[in-house]
């Protein structure tokens, strides 16, 4: 199993980024696929996820209305949208995926993890 995330930058505040999580090596729809951040002396921080079945999404409160969670079964791929960027955006964005649901995948309970991409965000 393999996922690799891409998108990062360095971005003004206000500016938006979308992530890509491109996943390898088990069936699109049987994994929950998810984001999470960690910035330098932080915890992770699980922020969103999808389940690839169905394409039902969930967010931790302190993204939503702002990121946006989307996955394309024909390039094995999950989006993280993420708009009016802020200084405390600014983190390591890393993909996950477990064989169950949201709800622990976001509490830190997942299968596999990938290498992440840094986002930076200037005020």
């Known amino acids: 199993v393999q996922l690799q995330a891409s998108g990062g930058g360095s971005v003004q505040a206000g500016g938006s980024l979308r992530l890509s999580c491109v996943v390898a090596?088990?069936?699109?729809?049987?994994?929950?696929i998810g984001w999470f951040r960690q910035a330098p002396g932080k915890e992770r921080e699980g922020v969103s996820c999808i389940n690839t079945e169905d394409l039902s999404a969930d967010y931790a409160d302190s993204v939503k209305g702002r990121f946006s969670i989307s996955g394309d079964s024909a390039k094995n791929t999950v989006y993280l949208q993420i708009n009016n960027l802020v200084p405390d955006d600014t983190a390591d964005y890393f993909c996950v995926a477990a064989r169950w649901n949201c709800t622990p995948l976001l509490r830190g309970d997942f299968d596999y993890r990938g290498p992440g991409t840094q986002v930076t965000v200037s005020s």
């Open positions: 090596g088990f069936r699109f729809g049987d994994y929950s």
